[in-house]
């Protein structure tokens, strides 16, 4: 299993803030996801933000490989917050899937939709899912949500990960370098618009970048797995090279938080991320979808932190 950890080392000290920070200074660490992917620049900036706005409070972001090695250190209790797709948290929050026992986690908010990109580039033959049989196909890093997502897109078109693809198991960057390396044919990543990989990708010389239609699947994996995934597309000209909308199935991302974090922390917390939007805009354009009207999204599905709960009632959202 690759590091879960490969750039920021955790500050000493760390714990879960059970109780109230007045009464002095309390570190967390917020678990991000890969350097080249959305979650850290955006985890980041969360922990900045949060070390200056919020009193008695010091926030350290670290790398990770993504949503289940995220929630994996929120049950070993090495993280307070984490960002997270919904289809993972859920099956921690319910110790399904690959988790061998619940993770307790709630939510606080929900932040983004998290958009699946099937990357190829022209000369692979592959112009359609079913072109996927038989190639070299990275299905996203061992503990990331990817994974998750990227086995439910092939199961909906009858397509087998372990015998159907020449299966890797690469983070956004990896594959990306791959695939201008001519040793991988096509990629699976679950992200925000733009994701830094599959933009360097497009814009390399030589290369026809290809975003893979797959919509279809959506119907199939909300049947199964519930109201997690819905229709979208990625915009044409989002990505270097991309003539035309891309048809694909997206997932909400939420930002979590340990049950036992206090709820006057997690309050704060949800409160300066909503008064301090525009400093993480900056950071990233995908938190301009750092909204209201989507805290009521099937997105959440993990319960609410108590904190947030309260947070969001004052500002009369009505949550599940």
């Known amino acids: 299993m690759q ?8 500050a000493a000290g760390i714990l879960c803030a059970t109780s109230s ?5 309390v570190n967390i ?9 959305v979650y850290y620049p955006l985890g980041g900036g969360l922990a900045d933000v949060l070390t200056k706005f919020v009193p008695n409070l010091n926030a350290t972001a670290g790398t990770t490989d993504g949503s289940m090695a995220n929630l994996l250190l929120m049950g070993q209790g090495k993280a307070d917050v984490a960002f997270s797709m919904a289809d993972a948290s859920w099956d921690a929050y319910k110790g399904q899937g690959k988790f061998q026992k619940p993770v307790n986690v709630r939510a606080l908010m929900v932040l983004y939709p998290n958009r699946m990109h099937i990357v190829t580039v022209e000369g692979t ?15 996203g890093a061992p503990n990331s949500a990817t994974q998750i997502m ?3 897109v092939l199961e909906a078109y009858g397509l087998d990960p372990e015998k159907d693809i020449i299966r890797e198991r690469l983070d956004p960057g990896k594959s990306a370098e791959a695939i201008k390396d001519r040793k991988l044919d096509a990629f699976f990543w679950v992200g925000g618009v733009p994701t830094p990989a599959v933009t360097d990708l497009g814009a390399t010389p030589g290369l026809k970048l290809k975003l893979i239609d ?17 229709k979208d597309n990625i915009p044409a000209k989002a990505y270097p090279g991309q003539d035309s909308a891309n048809q694909i199935a997206t997932v909400w991302n939420v930002l979590l938080a340990d049950e036992k974090m206090s709820d006057q922390l997690a309050y704060d917390i949800v409160k300066t991320v909503f008064e301090r939007k525009e400093d993480l805009i900056r950071v990233h354009a995908e938190a301009r979808n750092f909204d209201y009207k989507y805290q009521t999204q099937g997105a959440a599905v993990i319960p609410f932190h108590p904190g947030a709960r309260k947070y969001f009632t ?6 599940n």
């Open 3 to 10: 590091s879960l950890f490969r750039v920021f080392a955790v």
């Open 21 to 25: 920070y007045a009464q002095g200074k």
């Open 29 to 37: 660490f917020v678990a991000s996801g890969p350097t080249s992917g």
């Open 125 to 139: 033959g592959i112009t359609k899912m079913a072109d996927l049989k038989g190639k070299r196909v990275s299905t």
């Open 150 to 152: 990227a086995f439910r």
């Open 214 to 230: 797959h919509s279809d699947a959506t119907d199939a994996m909300v049947k199964k797995y519930g109201p997690l995934y819905v």
């Open 314 to 319: 004052e500002k009369g959202v009505k949550l």
